[in-house]
């Protein structure tokens, strides 16, 4: 069994998440690089390791209970355990004009796919991979969120917090609901599970727009997956500190 630390680091074909796993990389984790498209997986890893990241693909869809289970069966056989999972992977959903989604006319079937992928995937990764999270003796799990999911935020109106999005902003906030529950379920285990947001980061998920790089934007959540025991869980942060729900 190798004696470096494991990392599973889901949507980490590009962006956030190739960030993530290219910072994890850096401090000597090995990384398990999950992505849908196995080409884009392959053209990551290939990138990775050419930079001296230790990295392996994971092929995994995470709304595939198929595919979850497959890639937890490949972690599994290439390192036998898992140190940190970063819950990455997510999809903002169809916007209108503005990138506003307008709850007074929103297809519900938009709402569906986002939380099909922002949160039940995260409950269906997690639930897989945490046989294997056990046998770490410092298991970390982090799932990527947004400021956009805090509702105190969303309620002040001093607070700009962006356009109306009646989809992807409270997928983020039942991630975060769902994040606590999970802590308080694992209590005591020495699993420790955050969430973390990246901020506003010039991606294609965001159409390039924002003041952050990946790399700043993958700063909050490798520190989270790399806390010493007794470090916080059941929490929500940022770079500037927690935030509130």
Same mark, same amino acid.
């Not at 849908?36 to 990241?53: F, I």
């Not at 169809?94 to 990138?99: L, Q």
């Not at 003796?137 to 917090?161: E, H, K, M, W, Y």
């Given at each position: 069994?190798?004696?470096?630390?494991i990392?599973?680091?889901t949507?980490?074909?590009? *962006?956030?998440g190739?960030?993530?796993?290219?910072?994890?990389?850096?401090? *000597?984790?090995?990384?398990?690089?999950?992505?849908?498209?196995?080409?884009?997986?392959?053209a990551?890893?290939?990138?990775? $390791?050419a930079? *001296? /990241?230790?990295? &392996?693909?994971?092929?995994?869809?995470?709304?595939?209970?198929?595919?979850?289970?497959?890639?937890?069966?490949?972690?599994?056989?290439?390192?036998g355990?898992?140190?940190?999972?970063?819950n990455?992977?997510?999809?903002?959903?169809?916007?209108?004009?503005?990138?506003?989604?307008?709850p007074?006319?929103?297809?519900?079937? /938009?709402?569906?796919?986002?939380?099909?992928?922002? /949160?039940?995937?995260?409950?269906?990764?997690?639930?897989?991979?945490?046989?294997?999270?056990?046998?770490? $003796?410092?298991? $970390?799990?982090?799932?990527v969120?947004?400021a956009?999911g805090?509702?105190?935020r969303?309620?002040?109106?001093?607070i700009d917090?962006?356009?109306?999005?009646?989809?992807?902003?409270?997928?983020?906030?039942?991630?975060?609901?769902?994040?606590?529950?999970?802590?308080r379920q694992?209590?005591?285990?020495g699993?420790?599970?955050?969430?973390a947001?990246? %901020?506003?980061?010039?991606?294609? &998920?965001? %159409?390039?727009? %924002?003041?952050?790089?990946?790399?700043?934007?993958?700063?909050?959540?490798?520190?989270?997956?790399?806390?010493?025991?007794? %470090?916080?869980?059941?929490? &929500? &942060?940022?770079?500037?500190?927690?935030?509130?729900?």
């Amino acid at each position: 069994m190798s004696k470096a630390k494991i990392a599973l680091v889901t949507g980490a074909n590009k *962006g956030i998440g190739y960030a993530i796993a290219a910072g994890l990389g850096a401090l *000597g984790y090995r990384v398990g690089v999950g992505a849908r498209d196995e080409a884009r997986l392959g053209a990551a890893v290939e990138k990775l $390791r050419a930079a *001296g /990241v230790d990295a &392996f693909g994971v092929p995994l869809d995470v709304t595939s209970r198929r595919s979850v289970i497959e890639a937890a069966e490949l972690v599994e056989l290439a390192a036998g355990r898992l140190d940190v999972l970063v819950n990455n992977a997510g999809v903002s959903g169809e916007m209108g004009p503005g990138w506003v989604q307008d709850p007074t006319s929103l297809d519900l079937d /938009v709402v569906r796919t986002v939380v099909e992928t922002n /949160v039940l995937g995260v409950i269906q990764v997690t639930n897989a991979m945490l046989p294997l999270l056990r046998r770490s $003796r410092s298991p $970390r799990i982090v799932n990527v969120s947004s400021a956009v999911g805090s509702l105190t935020r969303q309620a002040d109106p001093d607070i700009d917090i962006g356009p109306v999005m009646a989809a992807y902003a409270p997928s983020k906030t039942f991630l975060n609901a769902v994040t606590v529950q999970y802590a308080r379920q694992l209590a005591g285990t020495g699993v420790l599970i955050n969430a973390a947001c990246p %901020g506003l980061v010039a991606t294609d &998920f965001t %159409g390039f727009h %924002g003041p952050r790089t990946p790399e700043q934007g993958a700063v909050t959540a490798i520190r989270l997956a790399t806390l010493p025991d007794g %470090g916080p869980t059941g929490s &929500f &942060f940022e770079d500037g500190g927690a935030i509130p729900w």
